[in-house]
């Protein structure tokens, strides 16, 4: 049976919605910190392992260093499937805006690259 997206889903990005649609969210995406259950499903997720995970870090790892040797930051897009892990396709403009992450962390990742590219140009 065919299903449309839900809850959990979305398939047009903030570039397509617009600025606009970020700014006026009345509803703030939640981190996946505030998840007891999953938006579509209901099954618990709190404390469970996402499998495949050593898998999946390495075909991202392959798939960065070949497809994408010198681009500092990619979102890959995997499923874990029947037939094994794969990769779906790569996000060159990564959507953090819903995302839990170390905010921190990245924009210090950021900054050192961008500091790196400007002490090399002429």
Known sequence: AKRGLMAGSSNANWYQR???????????????????????TGKRIRG??????TEINALVRRAHLALAPRVPLVGWDVAVTPE???????????????????RDRYLRFVDQHFAEISRRLP
């Open 18 to 40: 617009g600025l606009q649609w970020i700014l006026n969210l009345k509803i703030s995406p939640q981190a996946a910190d505030d998840l007891e259950n999953h938006p579509d």
């Open 48 to 53: 469970e392992q996402l499998p495949a995970v």
């Open 84 to 102: 094994g892990v794969m990769l779906l396709e790569a996000n060159l403009s990564c959507n953090l805006f819903k995302g839990s992450y170390d």
